[in-house]
């Protein structure tokens, strides 16, 4: 990902993330100060829009599946070289450190892909559980995974090449062209992480870099809360 392309979706995302913070409910103030490396973005206000996806065995995964308790999510997609297998090494850290420390239990992890078209369920599964077996890997019908980001604040795009080898960028609602699979093509995308409370709500957001040392006691922090 180039850095003038990384620059602007930096930008987009704390643009968003600012607009959440002034909208946020406004009772966290103690709890804000505490955290290291987190931002509260919960607002009952805007709930999550309904999705029907498919976890990594083909069953249903819907908003009822981030009611079952904290939830970590996170969107990637499996041909990413760099920022996505990190971030999944950050949470399987994470979820050591969790363990070990033993006053908290570790949040579910559910990962999003931003590129369906590729990551089926099947592909998931492999990529996923390589780095946990309890992680969940999420795929499905792609229209309904561009809705669900949006209140996340997540932003996506993606490049292909020109007869010339000249980078061009589409949007998420551009149509790839046909030949597309074949020749390939990367997203560049947000990498923040969300809490997601036991209401299906969103909670809080990890931006990039992450520390996994640092999440554990903000996450400690906000699920105590």
């Known amino acids: 990902m180039n850095n003038k392309l ?12 600012a607009f959440y913070f002034a909208t946020a409910g406004k009772d966290y103030q103690a709890l804000k100060k505490q955290l290291k490396v987190s931002y509260i973005l919960h607002n009952p206000d805007k709930p999550l829009p309904e999705f029907s996806l498919l976890d990594h065995n083909r069953q249903l995964f819907d908003n009822t599946h981030l009611k079952e308790g904290w939830s970590l999510l996170l969107f990637m997609y499996t041909h990413c070289p760099d920022i996505c297998p990190t971030e999944l090494f950050d949470m399987s ?9 033993k006053t908290a239990s570790m949040p579910s992890v559910v990962v999003i892909t931003f590129d ?14 390589h780095f946990d077996k309890d992680f969940i890997g999420v795929s499905g019908d792609q229209a309904q995974i561009d809705r669900l980001i949006k209140p ?8 292909i ?12 609602s551009d149509e790839l062209p046909k030949d597309a699979l074949e020749k390939g093509y990367i997203i560049n995308h947000t990498a923040w992480i969300y809490l997601i409370n036991p209401e299906g709500e969103i909670f809080a957001g990890f931006p990039s ?4 040392s640092a ?7 906000m699920m105590d809360y």
């Not at 990384?6 to 993330?17: D, F, N, P, W, Y």
């Not at 850290?93 to 070990?100: A, H």
């Not at 090449?161 to 998420?172: F, S």
């Not at 999440?215 to 922090?221: A, F, G, H, P, S």
């Open 215 to 221: 999440m554990v006691q903000d996450i400690k922090l």
């Open 152 to 159: 996340f604040g997540a932003y996506y795009e993606r490049v």
């Open 6 to 17: 990384l620059s602007s979706i930096g930008v987009v995302a704390l643009a968003i993330a």
């Open 161 to 172: 090449y020109d007869e010339k080898g000249k980078p061009v960028i589409l949007k998420a």
């Open 93 to 101: 850290r994470l979820k050591n450190l969790m363990e070990e420390d």
């Open 209 to 212: 870099p992450h520390k996994p």
């Open 116 to 129: 369906s078209l590729r990551d089926t369920p099947e592909v998931m599964k492999e990529y996923i559980t």
